[in-house]
């Protein structure tokens, strides 16, 4: 009996294995294939829509992220991503703005080491429709270059496994002449957003964008009909300035990738420290947001002039929960943002919705 539970046990570590190494060779099939994605989702504009590069309240805007996730179920999955957005005004009388943005990521997967890296030039205009209530709508583009590849030396195989144990020493018998594979990426979004009211204490953004238009081939074996599905995205935000110190913001977002979905939702309330005649030196915010069926995330944030700190930490509570003992991933965001000046050195702002 004892020696049935063994081979049971290492017939099960043989699928295993074999799974792994599927994973990496066809993600097309598997849940691999979806798209990085991040639980401050709302900060990573490029990823998410190229129309809402620049959609934010200064000129400029710099960041990291650095994601780790499931060390309790396997090696940690890494995310590192760095992004750039700055805005510029469409001549002197002008209300319209062009933004120029650029995102670099590497994301590292797996006990074979996938990995995943893209860099992401964006552009995007920014129309003023109605100048009266700060209305915009926006069309942005983006053209990105990828490379994914994993380390074979790492795979493990059904053959390495003789008389009942495990031998990495034992020939594989396996022809790996490709692990790597590159392509180009070509995705466009369109974006709304609208500051409601003669006070403007209410804004909102809407936006719908695409990636992957290209299809490229998504295959180590060059397998013929195997390519990058589109990922579709639908992006939502209210923002209610309640006073000077108080302002609510409510996200979501919505992802479409094959059979392959994700919704995200939740908000966050920002206090920022009022003193009649000073400068607002600091904003706290706290929230929560839900992904569906996967976790629940609390957030943090922490604004000091113009440096801004952020944590969050995925509560997992899928079918993988037993698992993972509710152990999701932490993830940091800092951020850099601010105002140019003319030659005068005057500062110049430009008309822009109320989004912290």
């Known amino acids: 009996m004892e020696n049935l539970s063994q081979k049971s046990k290492i017939k099960s570590q043989k699928h295993l294995t074999l799974l792994a190494f599927l994973i990496a060779l066809f993600p097309t099939y598997t849940y691999a294939q979806a798209d990085i994605h991040f639980s401050q989702f709302y900060e990573t504009s490029i990823l998410r829509n190229p129309a809402l590069t620049g959609v934010f309240e200064n000129d400029y805007k ?37 933004s120029f943005g650029l995102l670099g990521y ?18 995007n205009y920014n129309k003023s429709i109605d100048e009266h209530h700060n209305t915009f709508l926006s069309a942005g583009f983006t053209g990105g270059y990828l ?17 009942g144990h495990f031998d990495p020493t034992n020939p594989t018998n396996e022809n790996i002449t490709n692990a790597k594979m590159t392509m180009w990426d070509l995705g466009a979004g369109l974006s ?11 804004t909102y953004v809407l936006g719908v964008s695409g990636y992957h238009f290209t299809q490229p081939k ?28 108080v302002t609510i913001v409510f996200h979501s977002n919505y992802a479409l990738q094959a059979t392959y979905n994700e919704i995200m939702i ?8 009022h003193k009649t005649g000073i400068r607002s030196l600091y904003t ?46 932490a993830e940091v965001t800092l951020f850099i943002t601010g105002n140019t000046a003319d030659r005068s050195g005057v500062v110049k ?8």
């Not at 994993?150 to 496994?161: C, E, G, I, L, Y």
């Not at 295959?219 to 939502?236: D, F, L």
């Open 62 to 98: 710099f960041g990291a992220y650095y994601r780790s996730q499931w060390s309790t179920v396997s090696n940690p999955y890494q995310t590192a991503l760095v992004s750039g957005e700055y805005r510029h005004s469409v001549g002197q009388y002008s209300n319209d703005y062009v």
């Open 106 to 123: 590497t994301d590292k997967a797996g006990s074979i080491d996938q990995r995943i890296t893209g860099i992401y030039p964006a552009i």
């Open 147 to 163: 490379q994914y590849s994993f380390d074979p030396s790492k795979a493990t195989f059904n053959n390495q496994f003789q008389g």
């Open 192 to 202: 709304f957003n609208t500051s409601l009211g003669d006070d403007k204490k209410v």
């Open 218 to 245: 998504f295959s180590y074996y060059e397998t013929p009909g195997i390519t990058q599905n589109i990922r579709w995205n639908v992006n939502a935000a209210v923002s209610r300035y309640v006073n000077e110190a």
């Open 266 to 273: 939740g908000g966050m309330i920002h206090w920022t420290e």
């Open 284 to 329: 706290f915010s706290g929230g929560v947001f839900y992904r569906y069926n996967d976790a629940i995330i609390p957030v943090v944030k922490i604004k000091y002039k113009n440096m801004a700190f952020g944590f969050s930490y995925d509560v997992n509570v899928s079918t993988l929960m037993p698992a993972s003992y509710m152990q999701g991933g």
């Open 349 to 356: 702002k430009t008309m822009c919705p109320r989004f912290f």
